[in-house]
């Protein structure tokens, strides 16, 4: 049986985007045969888990996390895997741990999900700016393989790499939901995530909702307060206040308990600024969604419209400006709930299960690489 072990900085279960991707991919390989061995990070003094790194919170625990491969080097002597992921790997890591396993004989893949611009302090801003520079422009290259999970970087990777394009994918599609009927005919939308990073707006949205105030409606943030929404866009506060319980802003909760609120609604509504940053990567909170039988609203962004149908299993939203968002939220404010109930039902609640990934991620062709 071949033994395969996943390196990178998620948080076993569930605890972020990063923990879902790499379970998901695991899942698309255990389903061929192979054994998964996962270790990330932990936050906190302890783990219950085996095998996971301390998440760092100093800068000398930052530079031993950005250049020192000692600890996962230690982790796959001990574990003997035929096969090492490595995940969003720091560069000069990835390049010591890419050493060792073409040394002995281990295949080693990235999985490749991000291409983020430095933030922070000057300081960190060189330092990880140098990092991001690396890994994407040099170190990548030295993999066996790719695991991508956008158009974007397969196509900057394919000519010169063996790469595999994988979105997140889920077994969400099994789950048995619980039908609620919304009897107050309130149109229910939802945003879980964690806006920041130059990815999600949510100020173009309350723009757009409250032009459209007086419909029926309530929009459910989860994944952040209004507290620190209101703390970087002040402006806000006022147009909040009229729309009063419209706008509920849920902040963080434990992500089971997000999936079941949002398979508790009519539409996620999300919209992306299509940059470099939001090119590379690909809306786990889209797969989800879909898998949870709730159709989306939002914009062309990364490689989505490859699997979004308009009027389908989504609305579109055709340009990122104020007036293209109202447009199609009154779209879906003037749906009755027959339609609306209908378009839900319709949906492929298996489009992003592991099952459809299987020869997207042949085990024969990973280890041909």
Request: aromatic residues 12%; charged residues 25%.
């Amino acid at each position: 049986m071949i033994k395969a072990l996943y390196l990178g900085g998620f948080e076993l279960p569930d605890k972020n985007a990063a923990a879902h991707r790499v379970k998901g991919v695991g899942k698309i390989l255990s389903l061929q045969g192979v054994s998964v061995f996962y270790s990330g990070i932990y936050r906190g003094d302890t783990s219950n888990l085996d095998n996971q790194i301390k998440y760092p919170s100093s800068i000398s625990e930052w530079f031993k996390y950005l250049f020192s491969s000692r600890q996962w080097i230690k982790i796959i002597e001990e574990t003997n895997p035929s096969l090492v992921i490595l995940y969003n790997f720091p560069a000069i890591s990835s390049k010591k741990i890419i050493k060792y396993c073409k040394k002995n004989n281990i295949k080693i893949l990235g999985d490749i999900t991000e291409w983020y611009t430095a933030e922070g302090n000057i300081i960190f801003r060189c330092i990880k700016g140098f990092d991001i520079w690396m890994r994407m422009r040099v170190i990548n290259y030295r993999y066996d393989g790719l695991i991508t999970i956008s158009k974007y970087l397969t196509d900057f990777y394919s000519e010169k790499i063996k790469t595999f394009e994988i979105p997140p994918v889920n077994s969400l599609g099994n789950k048995i939901l619980k039908n609620s009927v919304n009897e107050e005919q309130c149109l229910k939308l939802v945003y879980s995530g964690s806006p920041g990073k130059s990815k999600d707006y949510l100020r173009i949205i309350i723009d757009s909702l409250y032009d459209l105030r007086e419909n029926k409606f309530v929009y459910t943030i989860i994944g952040q307060t209004k507290e620190s929404f209101l703390e970087f866009n002040p402006e806000y506060n006022l147009p909040l206040s009229e729309l009063g319980e419209k706008v509920i802003f849920l902040g963080r909760i434990e992500h089971q308990q997000a999936l079941d609120f949002i398979s508790n609604n009519d539409f996620s509504l999300f919209v992306r600024e299509n940059n470099r940053t939001v090119k590379a990567g690909f809306p786990t909170k889209l797969t989800e969604a879909i898998s949870l039988g709730i159709p989306v609203i939002t914009n062309p962004h990364s490689n989505v419209s490859d699997f979004l149908i308009d009027g389908v299993n989504s609305i579109v939203i055709k340009s990122l400006t104020k007036e293209g968002v109202t447009d199609a939220l009154r779209r879906v404010m003037k749906m009755d709930r027959s339609e609306i109930e209908n378009m839900k039902n319709s949906i492929d609640r298996n489009q992003f299960c592991p099952e459809n990934y299987l020869e997207k991620l042949s085990v024969e062709e990973v280890i041909k690489c």
